[in-house]
């Protein structure tokens, strides 16, 4: 196993204890004994403590039923503090829901439109992000989708395409396709200067870059745990800000959204005060324990420290990807960088490509007609090599 060590600089003094560095992290990844894996932007692996918890719950609930649930219970609402605790948020205005896509339609099927009103958006936006807003034209809602110029996000481009009836500007974070990583506090600040509200489909970065919601005053924000959170699939977290609470129409609506939820015989709508109030029905609570644990590990390192060893790793694969004779697509100044590399390979079909590498035991994916990887901190330089050695092999046939 190849060592990932980090030597502290002077800006890292709130970095994990000294001497435990991510070679640590890397062994609490099972996938990495066998796979160079390179495909988080999909779907990550599960880590050791989420599988973990997972199957403890699972043994837990086979042996003794619902008979542990008020500590479930429990659990499920640490797990939502150390959530909010991740975006500097307060745990009243964090919902447990099952992914992205849920987070998203809690906004635009609760948002109080009014026929003519207006959201502005990426036209290449993961298709989760669009099809919610383009939804509301059953409601006289425009979904205006801004066309890119090159690689990144144009803001002046988004921001000239709102107006007076603009509610809501609703991008990613970091983009799927590309992994071009815009500034949340400018995009916020430009919009509420327009009068617009922001919502943030964050699972591109979130765990892994920092972003403090208390500083930047995102309005909305959505991202689930099968991506760089290292949990499972069907566990996530929606976030809104406290003033934003009423402005949103429950939809969903279950025995969990009220003030009296454990009163089954005590009709009476009265929803919670937080935003658990989107929260309708009974929780996935082993995905969310899943979650949990991951979001454990992640928190011993810290986003600031995730984040700078996965801009190092991916410096390191698109240095070794050209000189393989890829073009690198993805835009890699400065802030701008994220975990998400898209390449090309001349005369090489990616698909093709792709399933060579799976055979070599090397993870990535196609997107947009290109190869794309998005290594996570625990990657190392040993799998970048077999990484462009698995590329080569696919050149010769």
């Known amino acids: 196993m190849t060592s990932m060590t980090i030597v502290p600089t002077s800006d890292q003094s709130n970095d994990a204890p000294a001497g435990q560095d991510l070679v640590d992290f890397r062994s609490q990844m099972p996938v990495a004994r066998r796979w160079a894996y390179f495909d988080h932007a999909a779907v990550a692996p599960l880590s050791a403590p989420a599988r973990d918890a997972m199957a403890a719950w ?27 605790g991740l975006l500097n948020a307060d745990p009243a205005a964090v919902s447990l829901v099952r992914n992205t896509t849920e987070g998203i339609n809690l906004v635009a099927e609760g948002f109080p439109w009014r026929e003519g009103d207006n959201v502005v958006t990426l036209a290449n936006e993961f298709p989760s992000n669009l099809y919610p807003w383009m939804n509301q034209a059953q409601r006289g809602v425009e979904t205006r989708r801004v066309e890119p110029r090159g ?28 992994g071009w990583r815009l500034d949340p506090a400018e995009l916020v600040a430009r919009a509420h200067a327009r009068g617009a509200l922001v919502f943030l489909d964050a699972i591109q970065g979130l765990g892994v870059f920092p972003l403090d919601v208390g ?49 089954f015989d005590r009709i009476d709508l009265t929803f919670r005060p937080t935003a658990a109030r989107f929260e309708g029905g009974s929780p996935n609570v ?27 790793i991916t410096d390191l694969a698109c240095d070794r990807l050209r000189s393989a004779g890829a073009t690198i697509v993805s835009a890699r100044d400065g802030e701008r960088r994220s975990g998400i590399i898209a390449f090309e390979l001349p005369g090489q079909n990616p698909a093709a490509v792709r399933e060579r590498l799976l055979e070599r035991g090397v993870a990535l994916s196609c997107r947009g007609g290109r190869l794309r990887i998005s290594p996570h901190a625990y990657n190392n330089a040993e799998d970048v090599e077999r990484l462009i050695e698995g590329l080569a092999a696919a050149a010769r046939g």
């Open 58 to 84: 699972s043994a837990e609930a086979a042996d003794v039923g619902d008979t542990l649930y008020p500590r479930w219970r429990g659990r499920l609402e640490q797990i939502r503090a150390t959530a909010a």
């Open 151 to 178: 690689p990144g996000v144009d803001l002046d481009a988004l921001l000239d395409a709102c107006d007076a009836r603009t509610r809501i500007i609703a991008v990613s974070w970091v983009g799927y396709a590309a």
């Open 215 to 263: 500083a930047i005053p995102v309005d909305f924000l959505a991202a689930d745990g099968h991506k760089w959170l290292l949990g499972p699939e069907g566990a996530g977290f929606f976030y809104l800000r406290r003033e934003h609470l009423d402005l949103l129409r429950p939809v969903g609506v279950g025995w969990h959204s009220v003030v009296d939820a454990a009163h």
């Open 286 to 312: 082993v995905g969310t324990f899943g979650l949990g644990a991951s979001l454990d590990l992640l928190l011993r390192f810290g986003p600031e420290r995730l984040g700078r060893r996965i801009l190092e």
